[in-house]
């Protein structure tokens, strides 16, 4: 301790002798505050002496130096330190508490592929930050200058936390989200209902197509009929002579001008739509045909007997393969644009095969808990497939067709039937069994639902596209065929595409119901 003399006359040993004094004094309990007492009176209390030295200008206190150094002393050596608030950065605390609380509810997606998105968006936005602990301290602001606030210089730099790079993308993709949102309305009604008499209420079969020249193929119990969407012509296809026969499955080649129809009788038909005459007859199953799927020349055909054909239509000897893999009824086929085959069955399983390599499925894919008849490949990002199961799963999953890995998987809620993607918009249509037999669109990659569609009181079993791409049909066991408009596209003032489905005052259309027989 040390004080600075002044002009004032003092007598050295005054200056020195009642500091000692007091110093001595301050080694002695009696000098505490008292209730209701300031720190002047306990000072002038203590020594009248040190009063003096306080208020000369010149001095500093003793019993304040003293009182500081005993407070610095006594917070070095404790063991809890808290920070002030200010300094920590309470989002991503909140985030890390979340995250804890979901882990251990088992409620977190944690397949590979999320765990590694969420790494990307913790070194991108958080800078590694998100699992310092629970109290992560914000990162140093450098740079700060003189008389500038804290809080003023962390609202200045908090765009340096993200990439300059993913601030342009959120931001355009906000502004196109937004400008779909306020230009486009989807209709909670369907624009045409046509009747269905004697449709098979069957989860397993696959009874509609649409054709790319516009022709909406559908099976009535053992006749197919066609309906030309653009001029509303109704042809009877074929009929079968088997008295306890039905149609179980058909499907449109890519280019509109043949079509496969499987039968319970274990065959499949190919007829020429323009001619209205059958090409083909080609047998090879044990029990009914549930399912076609067509990639280019080849015809993928699904049966009962839990095997997969491969035919090719042009050989004079078309059955070229069997894929053997599930243990009960085959009831899905999709093809990729690569050439990639998804399968799913009775058995819960789904399978990925190359069958221009392999006859063993390149994944098999286990996580449903119920028969698998929805699938469908994404027509803007390669790879991606999405599955639907049936009462006791009831979820849409979403796989990586390259790794095999589970994507996504939604609870729905009920019975999934059929999957549609939009080819226009990030979005795909769902149709669904018990309860509410409705369908439901909903956004990629967020799975926020857009809308749900309600109407048929049966579940509702199929589903098609309209060549472009805006109108989906729906077919149900309550024998009715409904067709939404959901994926109108923005166009200028023009006329209608002729192979858009014609507006309900069209006068080919005037009536609210068709029969088609």
Sequence with gaps: YTTTTTNKPTDNSMATTPSLHYLEQLESP????????????????????????????SCTP???????????????SSDRFIRARNDFDVDVAHYNLRTDDALAAGQ??????????KRTLNAQLLHGRARDGVLCARQALDGVMPGVGVARARRATASAFVPAKLLDEASATTRVASSRRTARSISRTPVRILDAPEMLE?????????????????ALNRAVYLWNASSGA??????????????????????GDYIAIGTSEADVQLWDAR??????????????????????????????????????????????????????????LAWSADGLLASGGNDNLVCLWEPARAATPR????????????LAWCPWQRQLLASGGGTADRTLRFWDAGSGACLNAIDTKSQVCSIVWSPHYRELVSSHGFSQNQLIVWQYPS????????GHTSRVLHMAMSPDGETVCSASGDETLRFWRLFERRRPSAPLAAAAVPDASDAAFHLPSVRLR
């Excluded at 894929?323 to 085959?330: F, I, R």
């Excluded at 799975?447 to 309600?454: A, I, N």
């Design 447 to 454: 799975m926020v639902k857009v809308c749900e569609l309600t």
């Design 234 to 255: 109704i042809t009877k296809l074929y009929e079968m002579r088997v008295a306890d026969g039905c149609v179980t499955s058909l499907k449109w080649t890519e280019s």
């Design 62 to 76: 003793i019993y304040d130096v003293a009182r500081r150094s005993n407070a610095q002393a006594q917070r070095s």
């Design 275 to 332: 001619t209205l005459r059958r090409v083909r007859v080609q047998r090879g199953h044990n029990g009914r045909v549930s399912v076609l799927a067509w990639h280019r020349q080849l015809l993928a055909s699904g049966s009962r007997d839990a095997n997969v054909h491969i035919h090719d239509v042009r050989a004079a000897q078309p059955h070229t393969q069997t894929l053997q893999k599930h243990a009960q009824e085959v009831c899905g």
């Design 108 to 117: 977190l997606d944690t397949s590979p592929a999320k765990e590694q998105y």
């Design 363 to 374: 994944h098999t894919l286990a996580h449903h808990t119920a028969a698998v008849k929805g």
């Design 202 to 218: 069957d989860y397993y079969l696959n009874l509609l197509d649409w054709s790319s020249k516009n022709v909406l193929a559908v």
């Design 30 to 57: 009696v000098h505490r505050y008292r209730g209701g007492e300031n720190k002047r009176a306990a000072v002038q209390r203590a020594s009248p002496r040190a009063l003096e030295l306080s208020d000369d200008e």
